[in-house]
Nanobody
């Protein structure tokens, strides 16, 4: 059974870069045809898809976040990471990593437990 675990700082100052890492177990992040995605949920709001890195390293981002978002991977550690630059208090949210399965809907499966990130001075 695949498991995912988010890690990184819980507090980030405005204008700085938010950095998180997702460690994946039981399946290689290079296995065809999975994708590896980041999603967030601000307090009192719905889930917001941020982006994905495919098994071959191709990346796709939400248009509203593309200019500030970078997803990368370290295949030797079976990890993928999120960087969100120029953060503001509106970026405060629970951040999740998840596996994308290759069905017609691109279902988000095998979610991590989530990690709270607060942007505050």
């Amino acid at each position: 059974q695949v498991q995912l675990q988010e890690s990184g700082p819980g507090l980030v100052k405005p204008s700085q870069t938010l950095s998180l890492t997702c460690t994946v177990s039981s399946v290689s992040i290079t296995t065809s045809s999975y994708g590896w995605s980041w999603i967030r949920q601000p307090p009192g709001k719905g889930l917001e898809w941020m982006g994905v890195i495919a098994y071959d390293g191709t990346t796709y981002y939400s248009p509203s976040l593309k200019s500030r978002t970078s997803i990368s991977r370290d295949t030797s550690k079976n990890q993928f990471s999120l960087q969100l630059s120029s953060v503001t208090p509106e970026d405060t949210a629970v951040y999740y990593c998840a596996r994308v399965i290759p069905d017609i809907r691109g279902t988000l499966a095998s979610w991590g437990q989530g990690t709270q990130v607060t942007v505050s001075s």
